[in-house]
């Protein structure tokens, strides 16, 4: 079982998530659920992010390394 706690790597988890369900709806044409806003819309809405798909995936990913959310492997 995984326990994450506190609010910064709370905040961290929910970006990786988003970041990993826009690669869903990008791949496979699927939202998480018809209930709730698509990721792509969350990610527009709350990071300003503009374009289609595969550019706000590119985009929010940078920004997640630039945060040190991610790291790349060399």
Same mark, same amino acid.
């Given at each position: #079982?995984? @326990?994450i +706690?506190?609010?910064? !790597?709370t !905040?961290?988890?929910? *970006?990786?998530t988003?970041?990993?369900?826009?690669?869903l &709806?990008?791949?496979?044409?699927?939202? #998480?659920?018809? $209930?709730?806003? @698509?990721?792509? @819309?969350?990610i527009?809405? &709350?990071?300003?992010? $503009?374009?289609? $798909? $595969?550019?706000?995936? +590119? +985009?929010?990913?940078?920004?997640l390394? +630039?945060?040190?959310i991610?790291?790349l *492997?060399?």
């Amino acid at each position: #079982m995984i @326990s994450i +706690q506190g609010i910064e !790597k709370t !905040k961290a988890f929910r *970006k990786i998530t988003l970041l990993d369900a826009l690669k869903l &709806e990008i791949e496979t044409g699927l939202k #998480m659920s018809n $209930k709730i806003p @698509s990721a792509y @819309s969350i990610i527009k809405k &709350e990071f300003g992010f $503009k374009g289609n $798909k $595969k550019f706000v995936y +590119q +985009q929010f990913f940078f920004k997640l390394v +630039q945060e040190k959310i991610l790291v790349l *492997k060399k």
